[in-house]
């Protein structure tokens, strides 16, 4: 078994490129197409809504290659090459068939990125030291966000808005270099998907987990139920406040978003460092309450100010709530399906599942943009912010230690077989 210590540097590097990239153009794009292609909100929600279901019709079947491949550098690589070469095609055209098709491949290649970082991680670092890489993961993710933030509007004041989209690309190549700094004979792949010690010749391996075992493991339902609700009230919330700033102020727009973002990840990186160094002190569930608790208290804010500076203010909240969530969402997982083999599928499966709710996110708040005006749709998201906080503090269990055996027959019943040697990449 591997048990490398963190800090590892080349994965933090990597987190610290992937950033941006995992995301492709993020609520750039909306204001690109907003304020230069004149598209509408509506139609710009039909986008990104395409856009986010792709990426959650991908998340499962990605998270399960995965588990299964052994190859998880190179997934990396295509992915975030595949990425690079999307956001350049979409500056040629503004035809939205074309755009829609390039958001097509970011959103797939998006579903890769994270499933094979936490597998290199959870790899490398074992169930021992994996909470506080995931640490600092999430604070290198957050700081690559902050730079990529000030360089987009900086590069963007200068040059115009299609720079963003080159600086994504240049973003992508660096994490491709970066990639080939991890030592692939240090990744353990049973140990990557979630699998038990093979470290003990003399040990059995069980094998993987079916999906019957992941349907009936309740805490990991509720956890991906209560994780697609926050998400589909948060999802729509910047790009909203991008569109709002930017009526009247197209020039200024994407310097606008640009400090919301960087308010927002500065507040997330001590937030992700605090939340990997406690989280197996203080348990997960009481951290995590906090992160839904602020979701709903941003969404009414944001309905009832139209200050440029107190709409920028708020984004300290969605950097406690996402900071929270970016941490412990993988620590959480890894806690419900400890020992199943099916750490990335189940990743994937949650993700998928959030990842519904941030697309109908986007659609539902651009319909009721276009139908009842800005404070009305952030009042509708905090109201499901607030549904989900409730969900999630009477229905789900503390992970920290938890025997997920007691709650699913099938993981606590399934075979166990000799063995066998696992390819390194």
């Not at 349907?215 to 790009?239: R, S």
């Not at 951290?287 to 944001?302: D, H, K, T």
């Not at 989900?388 to 992970?399: D, G, R, Y």
């Amino acid at each position: 078994m591997s048990e490398t210590k963190p800090p590892i540097k080349p994965i933090c590097w990597l987190a610290f490129f992937l950033a941006d990239v995992q995301n492709g153009l993020g609520p750039y794009l909306s204001i690109y197409l907003l304020a230069y292609e004149k598209w509408s909100p509506a139609t710009i929600g039909t986008v990104l809504t395409i856009l986010g279901l792709t990426t959650v019709i991908t998340q499962t079947p990605a998270g399960d290659l995965i588990d299964r491949l052994p190859y998880k550098r190179a997934a990396i690589i295509i992915a975030a090459a595949s990425i690079g070469i999307a956001c350049l095609l979409m500056i040629t055209t503004g035809n939205f068939y074309l755009i829609t098709a390039f958001n097509i491949i970011v959103g797939a290649a998006g579903a890769i990125l994270p499933p094979a970082v936490a597998a290199i991680t959870l790899g490398m670092t074992g169930p021992k030291f994996f909470t506080k890489q995931i640490g600092f993961n999430e604070a290198s993710n957050h700081a690559g966000n902050v730079t990529s933030a000030v360089f987009a509007a900086v590069l963007a004041y200068l040059l115009g808005p299609t720079a963003v989209f080159w600086w994504v690309t240049l973003l992508a190549i660096l994490a491709i270099i970066t990639t080939q700094f991890i030592n692939p004979k240090l990744i353990d792949h049973e140990q990557a998907s979630g699998g038990i010690d093979t470290s003990n010749s003399d040990a059995k391996r069980k094998k993987r987990a079916g999906v019957a075992a992941l349907l009936e493991n309740k805490p990991l339902l509720t956890f991906a139920l209560c994780i697609t609700m926050f998400h589909f009230a948060n999802a729509a919330m910047l790009p909203l406040v991008g569109q709002k700033l930017s009526i009247g102020d197209n020039q200024n727009a994407i310097t606008f978003i640009s400090i919301c973002i960087i308010v927002a990840q500065l507040t997330m990186t001590p937030v992700a460092l605090i939340v990997g160094a406690k989280a197996d002190k203080w348990g997960r569930k009481p951290i995590f309450l906090l992160g839904f608790l602020v979701l709903p208290i941003r969404g009414i804010l944001f309905a009832i100010i139209d200050n440029p500076i107190g709409l920028i203010s708020i984004q300290v909240l969605d950097g406690i709530g996402a900071g929270i969530f970016g941490a412990l969402f993988l620590i959480v997982i890894a806690d419900l399906t400890k020992g199943t083999g099916r750490y990335n599928v189940s990743q994937g499966a949650a993700a998928a599942a959030y990842g519904t709710g941030a697309a109908l996110s986007a659609l539902f708040a651009g319909f009721i943009v276009v139908a009842l005006g800005y404070s009305a749709a952030f009042y509708f998201l905090a109201f499901i912010a607030a549904i989900a906080f409730i969900m999630f503090l009477f229905s789900m269990p503390e992970t920290l230690n938890i025997d997920i055996a007691k709650y699913s027959y099938s993981i606590s019943t399934f075979e166990v077989e000799d063995p066998e040697d696992e390819d390194n990449d």
